[in-house]
T-cell receptor, first 114, second 112 residues
Framework: DTGVSQDPRHKITKRGQNVTFRCDPISEHNRLYWYRQTLGQGPEFLTYFQNEAQLEKSRLLSDRFSAERPKGSFSTLEIQRTEQGDSAMYLC????????????FGDGTRLSIL | KNQVEQSPQSLIILEGKNCTLQCNYTVSPFSNLRWYKQDTGRGPVSLTIMTFSENTKSNGRYTATLDADTKQSSLHITASQLSDSASYICVVSPVNDYKLSFGAGTTVTVRA
């Protein structure tokens, strides 16, 4: 099954450390999305790429957050100087172009800040 | 205010019983409405998709309905199984916008 793959699945780190997550989308998908999900809530949009271009960033994405998709394939999400409030599940999704195309989600990276 | 509201927040049912989850939305106009199933610790998986012109869509024991006039959708689970224990999320896709509007989900627990 060549679905959306995220790595690592879990990350535990101390407050103030930097973390980086990776997302490998479905290979033919040109659109890639990052979401953050906290317990009991639906995913919240963070940012969106079309190919290698980052087309939108949510206000939720402070300057400590940066995302890249250098070759239009995999993407990374980096959080610098992590804070307690960053603890969440970070989900990646990908899709083909077109608003009727479903977004396929990875299983997420669970981040816990000590 | 969230544009997609789901109820109940959680429910517990016995194996073999039916249940219905509700979704009210204000997103307008919208392209499609999806129900996703999210198992604990996993990403959401699409169950059903309906365009604004569709009234019902089934996927095995899952049946979704849509009333675009009242802006309501429901997901009915028939003959529940233990594996149905999960969070069910209602997601509305606005027209000409890739940003989805997610509900907070309904957590379903099926007990033997």
């Amino acid at each position: 099954d060549t679905g959306v793959s995220q790595d690592p699945r879990h990350k535990i780190t101390k407050r103030g450390q930097n973390v980086t997550f990776r997302c490998d989308p479905i290979s033919e998908h040109n659109r890639l999305y990052w979401y953050r999900q906290t317990l009991g809530q639906g995913p919240e949009f963070l940012t969106y790429f079309q190919n290698e271009a980052q087309l939108e960033k949510s206000r939720l994405l402070s300057d400590r957050f940066s995302a890249e998709r250098p070759k239009g394939s995999f993407s990374t999400l980096e959080i610098q100087r992590t804070e307690q409030g960053d603890s969440a599940m970070y989900l990646c999704a990908s899709s083909l172009g077109g608003e009727d195309q479903p977004q396929h989600f990875g299983d997420g990276t669970r981040l816990s800040i000590l | 205010k969230n544009q997609v509201e789901q109820s109940p927040q959680s429910l517990i049912i016995l194996e073999g019983k039916n249940c219905t989850l509700q979704c009210n939305y204000t997103v307008s106009p919208f392209s499609n409405l999806r129900w996703y199933k999210q198992d604990t610790g996993r990403g959401p998986v699409s169950l059903t998709i309906m365009t604004f012109s569709e009234n019902t869509k089934s996927n095995g024991r899952y049946t979704a309905t849509l009333d675009a006039d009242t802006k309501q959708s429901s997901l009915h689970i028939t003959a529940s199984q233990l594996s149905d224990s999960a969070s069910y999320i209602c997601v509305v896709s606005p027209v000409n916008d890739y940003k989805l509007s997610f509900g907070a989900g309904t957590t379903v627990t099926v007990r033997a």
